[in-house]
DNA sequence: ATCTGATTGCTAAGTTGGTGAGTGACATTA
DNA sequence: TAATGTCACTCACCAACTTAGCAATCAGAT
C-alpha cells in the first residue's frame, strides 16, 4: 500500500504481513466493542484494567485520550456495572477504577475466543522459533515507538 | 493485561511482544494524524489510496465506516488538496478518488521513517527466519480474522 | 423493452465521544 | 508555610460519526 509512495522500497512478505496484522489487529476492537455494546475507549479501559486497577488519569495516559475523557468513560463502564470507583488507600486526591466481576466477564467472553486462537498459533512455534518471532514483534514495536 | 481475566492462560513471551506491537500499532496513527493535522480516518484514507485509486464506498469498507462518513473523510482530503475526485470510465454511478501528488507527499514524509526502519528491523533476519516470522504473522492475523 | 432490485455517492439531522479550560481537594517540594 | 504540581471532575463546545433517505445508474429477469 505504502510502497508506491516511499522511496527506497523493496517488497517483503514479512512487512506485507505486519502490515496486514496491523490493519485487522485495529479492526478487532471496533468488531468487539460493537457487539458488546461499548465504545472502542470503553472496551480498551476495560482491558487495560483487567491488569490490575488504575485511576482515570492513568487510564487517560494509557488510552491516550485526555482526563476529561477518561472520566467520561469510567462513568459510562461505572452506569453499566462493568467498574466501580473506590477511594485510593494513600492518596485522597485519587480514586481507583476497579473491575467488578460483569467486567472481567465481559472481556473473557469477548477476547478468549481470539486468545485460544493466538495461542494455538503460537503452539505451533518451536522454542527457538518462539524466540525469532518474539525478537522480531520487539524490534518492529521499538521501531514504532520511534516515531511516536 | 488479559491474562488474569482469561481462564487456562500460559505466560508466553511471543503473545506478550504481540499485544503490545499491537497497542503500539494503533497509537501510531493517532500520533501522525495529529502531526499531519489530520484526522486518524483521513489518514488511513491516505494510505489506503496509495494503493490505487477508489470510490468513497470502497473507502468506506477500508476504514469500517459509513459511506456517509467517508463522503466527508472525502470532502476533507480533497479540501487540503491531497485528493481529488474524477469520474468513473466505465460505471457513471462511481468517482474514483484519486491521490494528489500533496497527498502523496504527505503519506511519503509521516509514514517512511517508521517503514525505514521497519525495514531495517527486517533485514536482520535470515531468509529461514524471515519466512518463520511470516508464517507466524499469517497465522495470528487468521486468528484475529476469525472473531470478526 | 421494461420492470425490479442493488449499488453508488451524496445530503440532512441527530448522537456521541472527544477537547480545552477551569475548579476544588489534596500532595509535594522549596 | 507558601508555592507548585497532581488528581478527578464539570462545563461548553465541536468534529466526526450515525441513521435515514434521496436521485442517478447499473444489471439481471421477464
Redesign the pocket.
Same mark, same amino acid.
Given at each position: 500500500m505504502v510502497a508506491e509512495v516511499v522511496p527506497g522500497w523493496r517488497p517483503s512478505g514479512t512487512l506485507d504481513a505486519l502490515q496486514e496484522l496491523v490493519d485487522v489487529a485495529a479492526q478487532v476492537p471496533q468488531e468487539v466493542a460493537r457487539r458488546a455494546g461499548?465504545?472502542?475507549?470503553?472496551l480498551h479501559a476495560l482491558r487495560h484494567l483487567s491488569g490490575g486497577a488504575m +485511576?482515570? *488519569? &492513568?487510564l487517560?495516559r494509557a488510552?491516550?485520550?485526555?482526563?476529561?475523557?477518561?472520566? +467520561?468513560? *469510567? &462513568?459510562?463502564l461505572a452506569g453499566r456495572g462493568h467498574v466501580e470507583?473506590r477511594p485510593?488507600p494513600?492518596?485522597?486526591?485519587?480514586?481507583?477504577v476497579v473491575l467488578t466481576d460483569s467486567g472481567s466477564h465481559e472481556v473473557a467472553v469477548r477476547l478468549a475466543p481470539m486468545f485460544a486462537e493466538l495461542a494455538r498459533v503460537d503452539s505451533e512455534l518451536g522454542p527457538d522459533e518462539q524466540a525469532v518471532v518474539e525478537r522480531y514483534l520487539r524490534g518492529a514495536t521499538r521501531a514504532m515507538k520511534a516515531v511516536l
Open positions: 461499548l465504545s472502542t475507549s470503553e +485511576g482515570p *488519569v &492513568d487517560a488510552l491516550g485520550v485526555t482526563s476529561a475523557a477518561a472520566s +467520561g468513560v *469510567v &462513568d459510562r470507583r485510593h494513600d492518596d485522597r486526591r485519587r480514586t481507583e
